[in-house]
């Protein structure tokens, strides 16, 4: 069963940037679609990004887009999330999630392997 350990996440000033990573549980993830979502306290879980394949272009939610970008490493079986220019709203637990492949943001199939998560805290 595919899980991720996610780390990288920190206390950051607004306008400030953070690269999280993820680090999955097998070693091969050329082919393994690949998203990052995001739970903010109080609120529903937010998918960000999607990545079909190693080589296949993200989608990006709009909430995010132009201030996150995803990339892979498949040697290190790691997938990380740059996000810049955050803002207190970016506050949030975020993770990974794999599957076979993304219906826009959505990974597919449903991902239940959640870790436990980085913790963003963007504040002043």
């Known amino acids: 069963q595919l899980q991720f350990v996610e780390s990288g996440g920190g206390l950051v000033q607004p306008g400030g940037s953070l690269r999280l990573s993820c680090v999955a549980s097998k070693s091969d993830l050329y082919s393994t679609a690949i998203a990052w979502v995001r739970q903010a306290p109080g609120k529903e879980r937010e998918e960000l990004v999607c990545m079909t394949s190693a080589h296949s272009s993200p989608t990006y939610a709009d909430s995010v887009k132009g201030r996150v970008t995803i990339s892979r490493d498949n040697a290190k079986s790691t997938v990380y999330l740059q996000i810049n220019n955050l803002e207190p709203d970016d506050t949030a637990i975020y993770y990974c999630?794999?599957?076979?492949?993304?219906?826009?943001?959505?990974?597919?199939?449903?991902?239940?392997?959640w870790g436990q998560g980085t913790q963003v805290t963007v504040s002043s």
């Open positions: 999630a794999g599957g076979s492949g993304c219906i826009r943001t959505r990974i597919w199939p449903p991902f239940d392997s």
